[in-house]
């Protein structure tokens, strides 16, 4: 399956740019990415730093989406891996 056509859908106004992009290539809605970023950035606060097994019961999607998107908010630096991890 291509790109996720996400304009005009829930939500879409509030995404920067590259969040928009990172929606549409792992065909996230909107709503939902939002929603994941901010139940991950939380996370990652409370436990000072966020692996990526822990992200994916946290966020219930496909494991190939978390890894995506965990990579994506890795790279913004919303969120980081915990100081003792490799």
């Known amino acids: 399956a291509g790109p996720l056509d996400?304009?005009?859908?829930p939500s879409y106004e509030k995404?920067?740019?590259?969040?928009r992009d990172v929606c549409s290539e792992a065909r996230v809605f909107p709503e939902v990415f939002l929603d994941i970023k901010k139940i991950l950035v939380e996370e990652c606060?409370?436990?000072c730093g966020l692996r990526l097994a822990d992200a994916r019961p946290l966020v219930k999607?496909?494991?190939?989406?978390?890894?995506k998107l965990y990579d994506?908010?890795?790279?913004?630096?919303?969120?980081?891996?915990?100081?003792n991890s490799k």
């Open 15 to 19: 995404l920067a740019e590259d969040e």
């Open 61 to 67: 999607i496909d494991v190939n989406k978390t890894r």
């Open 6 to 9: 996400i304009v005009g859908l």
């Open 45 to 47: 606060g409370k436990s």
């Open 72 to 83: 994506f908010l890795l790279k913004k630096e919303l969120i980081y891996p915990p100081k």
